[in-house]
């Protein structure tokens, strides 16, 4: 993976990294399908119709009109992975949505017995107009197709209409964050529970309307599933004092990064092989500066020391 960040004072920074992302399920839909998927509509047997698309081929949205039918329920549908179970977890996807619309979207963990009156698992959900001026998060315990709230928050600003949902779950450890894609590192709002009612389950996303004339409309994308976060690279920066230039990244504890410079992106010269990631997330090292000057570097995480 590989960043490049060309910073104001003319000297290029070109970073990366070797592949460190431990084994996931990833779908940013940009082939234009959802192979891999399984949609499911349980209202599609007594014959209510959702539909499935690829909004300018990169990313996915599940629609359902509202039908009005009191016995039905709400209107819902969504989309499983069903080639990996999870017990603990780590879940995340973008949600575009519009706001006018009352529907609860968002990840659906620990999923079994799918079908029309017998899902069960843990929903995390977001409804943007459940409360002022953010919306509300939700963490749901399902039960039958039946949610009862373990958990919940309340943004303190007005969020835009494409966000990120990330759901982790832990043993009975289960958390909800909520992220604006202004800032994807730190989250507008945090909901958490514990509860051991379901313990390992395939995983998902969907939507339910909060009124069965009230439909749903929301576009996922950049889905990731997995046993734990993976480890990405994020660049946070760089500071100048002098001579001398302050390079600080997102990194992880115990990774040992090499770092080299250039001046023409052919020549590369080692400056150091054994900077160890902090603990925390945050790493930084510090090279010589010469103003006016354009040079690069990148670094690579060689593994665990």
Not at 28 to 38: C, I, L, R
Not at 42 to 48: N, S
Not at 106 to 132: C, F, H, W
Not at 264 to 280: K, P, Q, R, S
């Amino acid at each position: 993976m590989m960043k490049l960040l060309q910073l104001s004072f003319l000297c290029s920074l070109l970073l990366s990294v070797n592949s460190l992302i431990i084994q996931a399920q990833t779908d940013d839909f940009d082939d234009g399908n959802d192979d891999g998927w399984s949609r499911l509509n349980t209202l599609g047997e007594v014959g209510v119709p959702a539909t499935w698309g690829f909004p300018n081929n990169n990313s996915y949205s599940i629609t359902m009109a509202g039908h009005g039918i009191e016995e039905l329920g709400q209107p819902r549908a969504g989309s499983f992975r069903e080639d990996a179970t999870y017990s603990d977890f780590y879940i995340a996807v973008d949600i575009i949505f519009d706001s006018t619309i009352d529907q609860n979207m968002g990840i659906l963990a620990r999923v079994s017995e799918i079908g029309l009156g017998t899902l069960d698992g843990y929903a995390a959900v977001y409804n943007p107009r459940d409360a002022d001026p953010g919306g509300k998060l939700y963490i749901s315990n399902i039960n039958d197709e039946a949610g009862t709230t373990i958990g919940e928050a309340v943004p303190e600003e007005a969020l835009g209409e494409n966000l990120r949902i990330v759901f982790r779950g832990k043993g009975p450890e289960l958390t909800l964050e909520l992220y604006s894609q202004d800032d994807l590192l730190n989250p507008v709002a945090v909901a958490e529970a514990f509860d051991e009612s379901h313990e390992s389950g395939i995983a998902g996303v969907f939507s339910v309307s909060d009124g069965v004339t009230v439909p749903i409309d929301v576009t996922f994308d950049n889905y990731v599933a997995a046993e734990e976060e993976p480890y990405r690279f994020e660049m946070i920066g760089a500071t100048i004092e002098g001579d001398e230039m302050t390079i600080e990244f997102y990194s992880k504890p115990g990774l040992i990064y090499s770092i080299e410079s250039s001046n023409d992106l052919t020549l590369w010269e080692e400056i150091d092989d054994g900077i160890e990631g902090a603990l925390g997330d945050r790493t930084s090292f510090t090279v010589d500066y010469e103003k006016g000057v354009s040079k690069f570097f990148r670094f690579n995480a060689l593994g665990e020391n």
